[in-house]
């Protein structure tokens, strides 16, 4: 299947700090979504990209559909310490009914 | 206004036990997704539904998998005979639309434990 790179793996980072995280595929991808999961929950979506060099803002969250159409990054601006879980990216092709969802960038915001 | 919601939330099954686990979409919603997530892993496609019709189960492991929606709402996805591998998070998902392409509202999960 496909293989979604999703980096960096974890972050620690002190409250206000702003945050960027990417991922990368070996595919061309026509919808990027962005998810946040809290232990024991289920993914919640925060951001949802259709369009290649689309920019889209969700309150602090800023995301971007690369122009390759190969990746899409991530930003949260003034971490506060509800920020705090683990961030999935997911991409589907033209191809297929599913979205591949990449490993995942845990978040640690120190207050 | 409600979302996706499993059940049960958790569930413990000796191997070789029949499972069965239960899925209520968002109202309306006509796409119907399942996944599967290991334990630090981002969740894997199991299998996709519009409506009743199951369109796309290439995501299912093994013939011991099976999902059913047959009324086009709640879904259920059954596992047979199962086993230590089995054990995991069992997400749904649903859309509002068709094909797959847009955006999905995911449940909490079922985890099932098999020992």
């Known amino acids: 299947g496909q293989q979604l790179n999703q980096s960096p793996q974890s972050m620690f980072i002190q409250e206000g700090e702003d945050v960027s995280m990417n991922c990368t595929s070996s595919?061309?991808?026509?919808?990027w979504l962005w998810y946040k999961q809290d232990p024991g929950e289920g993914p919640v979506l925060l951001i949802a990209?259709?369009?290649?060099?689309e920019l889209t803002s969700n309150g602090r969250l800023t995301a971007q559909f690369g122009i390759t159409r190969k990746d899409s990054f991530l930003n949260i601006s003034a971490s506060i310490p509800s920020d705090v879980g683990i961030y999935f990216c997911?991409?589907?092709?033209?191809?297929?009914?599913?979205?591949?969802f990449g490993t995942g960038t845990s978040l640690t915001v120190i207050p | 206004g409600a979302g996706v919601s499993q059940s049960p939330r958790y569930k413990v099954a000796k191997r070789g036990q029949d499972v069965a686990l239960r899925c209520d979409p968002i109202?309306?919603?006509?796409?119907l997704f399942w996944y599967q997530q290991a334990l630090g892993q981002g969740p894997e496609f199991l299998t996709y539904?519009?409506?009743?019709?199951?369109?796309?189960k290439s995501g299912l492991p093994s013939d011991r998998f099976f999902a059913e929606r047959p009324e086009g709402s709640v879904s259920t996805l059954k596992i047979q005979r199962t086993q230590q591998e089995d054990s995991a998070v069992y997400l749904c998902?649903?859309?509002?639309?068709?094909?797959?392409?847009?955006?999905?509202?995911f449940g909490p999960g079922t985890r099932l434990t098999v020992t």
């Open positions: 998902a649903s859309s509002p639309r068709t094909g797959g392409f847009y955006e999905q509202y």
């Open positions: 595919s061309i991808f026509n919808t």
């Open positions: 990209l259709y369009k290649a060099g």
């Open positions: 997911a991409g589907r092709s033209n191809t297929g009914n599913q979205f591949y």
């Open positions: 109202s309306g919603h006509v796409s």
């Open positions: 539904f519009q409506n009743e019709a199951q369109l796309d």
